[in-house]
Nanobody, 125 residues
């Protein structure tokens, strides 16, 4: 499975961005999908995840209420709508696919076997 993330850019604090991640796999709906991020000098961390059907989602506390993950299985695409961006949201954002046979999305990084190349989000104060 190849994942292509896009939508990053330079914005000001309080602005919004929507990230997209397109998967090459026609069986996209077989995968739970997640977004992770890595800030300069820090470890990669979980942001949000969504179940295969889109019926369940899960967020890191740091983004809850500001970010929304969604997916369109007909377009093989998962989205991350980011509102009220803060400078601490600055990072490279990665999408990832979890092929476990479950409708329970997870924050556990090792569950994700396919990763996109990342898209840079920079939030200025």
């Amino acid at each position: 499975v190849q994942l292509q993330a896009s939508g990053g850019g330079l914005v000001q604090a309080g602005d919004s961005l929507r990230l997209s991640c397109v998967a090459s796999e026609r069986a996209f709906s077989d995968f739970n999908m997640g977004w992770f991020r890595q800030a300069p000098g820090k470890e990669r961390e979980f942001v949000a995840a969504i179940s295969r059907s889109g019926g369940r989602s899960y967020y890191a506390d740091s983004v809850k209420g500001r970010f929304t993950i969604s997916r369109d299985n007909a377009k093989n695409t998962v989205y991350l709508q980011m509102n009220s961006l803060k400078p601490e949201d600055t990072a490279v954002y990665y999408c990832a696919a979890d092929q476990r046979f479950t409708e329970r999305p997870t924050a556990v990084m090792t569950a994700y076997v396919y990763w996109g190349q990342g898209t840079l989000v920079t939030v200025s104060s």
